[in-house]
């Protein structure tokens, strides 16, 4: 069982997560929080394993955060620092209105392993929260050029249609680019017109002819390359 921790001010979204994650057997919200001094003290208690994390929540009723102490999801995530490399660690997936690159950026360089809008279906978040537990990056498709930019991914690289890509057949590359950007199975079956199953399919190809072992390190490889 993935135990996951809601964080965000509005109760109505809480109460919606919530919602959409109890179909979901493998998952149990064990907790709510609903500003910084709540969810740095139900992370501590808790311990969840992936903690589902608003960008822009407000401080505690008793708190003064300093100037530049960020948005107060990075606050979250710089007071919980300790436990995002614990064993076991603490995992956050920012939830957030805003697709921003200054607040993508923010809270990814203190530490969440992902970031998604509120856009997203109930089905799809259920999956990003599987896949952040397992230690996963996840991004809602179009966000993750953000942070293959703010880190420098393929700084100074050339693209280039090299040995390796040619391997590729010309699908296998469409999957790869797609996959690479952070599109889930189903987004990139939708876009291609294809089925998922076959979008399984070619990815295993890809990783197989590529010599990778996950997406993580696929999309390392497209973004030196600059095929993203």
């Known amino acids: 069982m993935i135990r996951v921790l809601v964080v965000d001010d509005h109760r109505m979204v809480r109460s919606g997560v919530r919602a959409e994650l109890s179909g979901a057997q493998d998952l149990e919200v064990v907790g709510e929080a609903a500003d910084v001094a709540g969810a740095v003290a ?7 394993d992936v903690v589902l994390l608003d960008v ?13 102490a960020g948005s107060g999801g990075a606050q979250v995530l710089a007071r919980s620092a300790a436990l ?3 064993d076991p660690p603490v ?33 799809d978040l259920a999956a990003a929260v599987r896949r952040v537990a397992e230690g996963d990056a996840v991004f809602s498709p179009r966000l993750a050029g953000f942070v293959l930019d703010a880190f420098g991914a393929g700084a100074g690289e ?25 599109y889930a199975y189903k987004e990139v079956a939708k876009e291609l017109f294809i089925s998922v199953k076959t ?30």
């Open 56 to 68: 822009h929540l407000p401080a505690g009723p008793d708190e003064n955060p300093a100037p530049g």
């Open 158 to 182: 050339v693209a280039a249609a090299d040995d390796e890509l040619d391997r590729l057949s010309a699908r296998e590359r469409e999957v790869m680019r797609l996959i690479a950007r952070g």
């Open 42 to 48: 139900a992370v501590e208690r808790l311990r969840p």
């Open 91 to 123: 995992r956050f997936l920012a939830l957030s209105v805003s697709d921003a690159a200054d607040d993508v950026i923010a809270v990814i360089r203190r530490g969440a392993r992902g970031y998604v809008t509120k856009a997203i279906s109930g089905d």
């Open 84 to 86: 995002l490399s614990a």
């Open 199 to 228: 979008v399984e399919t070619h990815v295993s190809a890809v990783l197989r002819k590529l010599q990778l072992s996950n997406r993580n390190e696929l999309t390392r490889w497209a973004a030196a390359r600059r095929l993203l």
